[in-house]
């Protein structure tokens, strides 16, 4: 059972589209990651964040400590976008990130 | 620009060829970690280092084999590939007690 789970598994938005991707998780976690993976290719670390909320360009990312959740929102979404997104979280007390099975996310113009 | 840089990114070796993949890095990070990654899967972590300290993980396969001569480098190397350990393998590094990893580009390994 994998302890970081994320939603949806598959999305696709229309480009300009406000998009919401959720992650929970339930194991003791140090920070949550939000990662991008474009198709092939390496992964990019998009926030680091171990409360609240933090915020670069269109992209937003919250956590909820008390709920275990966080969630990524891209607004005004582009086909550039279009990458698979993975939540992860440092495992407490440990410098191992445990991984979600990630987002796939397409937007057509 | 301070980075984490893998060569060389698209590998192709034969099955039982023995291949070696590098990670270098310049942002003095004393950890170091290697990462499986086969198609739709997470990443999943095959061991990681803090300086000069190996930890493996307990179901790394024993075809796996790491190196780190020095901070900058890193090396894996997979003795007797099988046509299983196509994969995407990516370095990530962090300094210890703080939580960001930075992660390299990957390269992709094809076994034929």
């Known amino acids: 059972k994998n302890e970081v789970e994320q939603s949806p598994q598959n999305l696709t938005a229309q480009e300009g589209e406000f998009i919401t991707i959720n992650c929970s998780y339930s194991?003791?976690?140090?920070?949550l990651h939000w990662l991008q993976q474009h198709p092939g290719g390496g992964i990019v670390s998009l926030f680091m964040l171990s409360s609240g909320k933090k915020k670069h360009g269109r992209l937003i990312a919250t956590i909820n400590i008390q709920e275990k959740h966080s969630s990524l929102h891209i607004t005004a979404s582009h086909p550039r976008d279009s990458a698979v997104y993975i939540c992860?979280?440092?495992?407490?007390?440990?410098?191992?990130?445990?991984f979600g099975t990630g987002t796939r996310l397409q937007v057509f113009p | 620009d301070a980075m984490v840089i893998q060569n060389p990114r698209y590998q192709v070796t034969q099955f039982g060829k023995p291949v070696t993949l590098s990670c270098s890095q310049t942002l003095n990070h004393n950890v170091m970690y290697w990462y499986q990654q086969k198609s739709s899967q997470a990443p999943k972590l095959l061991f990681h280092y803090y300086d000069k300290d190996f930890n493996n993980e307990a179901d790394t396969p024993d075809n796996f084999q790491s190196r780190r001569p020095n901070t900058s480098f890193c090396f894996l190397d997979i003795r007797s590939p099988g046509l299983g350990d196509a994969a995407m393998y990516l370095c990530?590094?962090?300094?210890?007690?703080?939580?960001?990893?930075?992660f390299g580009p990957g390269t992709r390994l094809t076994v034929l």
């Open positions: 194991v003791g976690i140090s920070a």
């Open positions: 990530a590094t962090k300094r210890e007690y703080l939580n960001e990893q930075f």
């Open positions: 992860a979280g440092t495992l407490i007390n440990t410098d191992k990130l445990i």
